[in-house]
């Protein structure tokens, strides 16, 4: 089997070093290491696209978790488009590659495809997320996602999230946008709680329990949680409960508004606009738990702020 031949740019290293260290014409190189005058004497004439490295260096420094498909999307925002492959290739060039972090365990066996809503408020997805605070305390995070848009919903930082907080939580985001015509979560102790199932009967909400051990079936906020962790977790250290609210708020409002999602066609959360379903919203029942809703949450916010001594 013939060896496969050196790419072009190695032959005319290879032609350069023998001229300089043997001393030889150009012909002579060139005939010994198999290359082409015209190759020997070629001169790119790519741009050097400074700004865009420029620019591109930039972006990765403030979205260091994002790759050069979701990078390209931003510079798209601002105007400049490029090949993909361009795109990798001065991604490569700038050695902005993102490191994987360590591997996760998978589910086996089969996985039932979840259906996708077609209209927002269709479904809801809940779960909790934990983190360590600069002193060693922890504290938990409330995450609920509209899995037809995508949407963040409610990012709630607390030490302690009872399911009596979490029926508040849902009400106050209700207050704002009505309430779900179904909702997913896991078997978590604050979500079978009784507060939790009076809640659900009450608003005529239908309230779906995926399996023990199989978070797949819970996938949208689970997709959630992981870049929540990747992009903003894992990039901060929380000198207080005080300040993690407000960080997750910031990236909260950063992920509704600003960063791109790949299965949004490259577009925010918060720039899907879709009818609200006539099943799903209930104007009557969101004003009437309005004032209620959004006065509790103002209560806590006050009492947590007090205990909070970061």
Same mark, same amino acid.
Request: aromatic fraction near 6%; hydrophobic fraction near 40%.
């Given at each position: 089997?013939?060896?496969?031949?050196?790419?072009?740019?190695?032959?005319?290293?290879?032609?350069?070093?023998?001229?300089?260290?043997?001393?030889?014409?150009?012909?002579?190189?060139? $005939?010994?290491?198999?290359?082409?005058?015209? @190759?020997?004497?070629y001169r790119s004439r790519r741009p050097d696209d400074a700004d865009v490295?420029?620019? *591109?260096?930039?972006?990765?420094?403030?979205?260091?978790?994002?790759?050069?498909?979701?990078?390209?999307?931003?510079?798209?925002?601002?105007?400049?488009?490029?090949?993909?492959?361009?795109? =990798?290739?001065?991604?490569?060039?700038?050695?902005?590659?993102?490191?994987?972090?360590?591997?996760?365990? =998978?589910?086996?066996?089969?996985?039932?495809?979840?259906?996708?809503? &077609?209209?927002? #408020?269709?479904?809801?997805?809940?779960?909790?997320?934990?983190?360590?605070?600069?002193?060693?305390?922890?504290?938990?995070?409330?995450?609920?996602?509209?899995?037809? @848009?995508?949407?963040?919903?409610? %990012?709630?930082?607390?030490?302690?999230?009872?399911?009596?907080?979490?029926?508040?939580? *849902?009400?106050?985001?209700?207050?704002?946008?009505?309430? /779900?015509?179904?909702?997913?979560?896991?078997?978590?102790?604050?979500? @079978? &709680?009784?507060?939790?199932?009076?809640? &659900?009967?009450?608003?005529?909400?239908?309230?779906?329990?995926?399996?023990?051990?199989?978070?797949?079936?819970?996938?949208?906020?689970?997709?959630? #949680?992981?870049?929540?962790?990747?992009?903003? %977790?894992?990039?901060?250290?929380?000198?207080?409960?005080?300040?993690?609210?407000?960080?997750?708020?910031?990236? =909260?409002?950063?992920? #509704?508004?600003?960063?791109?999602?790949?299965?949004?066609?490259?577009?925010? /959360?918060?720039?899907?606009?879709?009818?609200?379903?006539? *099943?799903?919203? $209930?104007?009557?029942?969101? &004003?009437?738990?309005?004032? =209620?809703?959004?006065?509790?949450?103002?209560?806590?916010?006050?009492?947590?702020?007090?205990?909070?001594?970061?």
């Open positions: 089997m013939e060896p496969w031949p050196p790419p072009p740019g190695a032959r005319r290293e290879a032609v350069l070093h023998l001229r300089a260290a043997h001393a030889v014409s150009e012909r002579r190189a060139c $005939r010994t290491v198999g290359a082409d005058r015209g @190759t020997a004497r490295r420029f620019r *591109l260096r930039e972006l990765a420094a403030e979205r260091r978790r994002f790759g050069y498909r979701r990078l390209g999307l931003l510079l798209a925002r601002e105007g400049v488009r490029l090949n993909h492959k361009k795109l =990798r290739r001065l991604y490569r060039e700038e050695r902005l590659q993102v490191r994987r972090r360590g591997g996760r365990k =998978r589910a086996l066996g089969t996985r039932r495809p979840l259906t996708l809503p &077609s209209a927002k #408020n269709e479904r809801w997805s809940l779960d909790f997320v934990s983190d360590t605070l600069f002193d060693g305390r922890r504290f938990r995070m409330l995450c609920v996602v509209d899995d037809c @848009t995508r949407e963040c919903l409610a %990012l709630v930082a607390d030490t302690s999230l009872s399911g009596a907080r979490v029926a508040r939580e *849902l009400d106050a985001i209700a207050a704002a946008r009505g309430f /779900p015509k179904s909702v997913v979560s896991d078997n978590g102790t604050e979500l @079978t &709680s009784v507060a939790m199932r009076r809640w &659900s009967q009450a608003h005529g909400v239908e309230w779906h329990y995926i399996a023990p051990g199989q978070p797949q079936q819970n996938a949208f906020v689970e997709s959630f #949680n992981g870049r929540l962790r990747d992009e903003c %977790l894992n990039e901060t250290v929380f000198l207080s409960l005080r300040h993690a609210r407000v960080v997750l708020a910031t990236w =909260r409002r950063d992920y #509704n508004e600003v960063r791109p999602h790949s299965a949004l066609g490259g577009r925010a /959360p918060a720039t899907i606009s879709l009818p609200p379903c006539s *099943l799903v919203s $209930r104007p009557s029942r969101a &004003s009437a738990v309005a004032a =209620r809703a959004l006065t509790q949450a103002a209560r806590d916010s006050v009492a947590i702020g007090g205990r909070d001594m970061g």
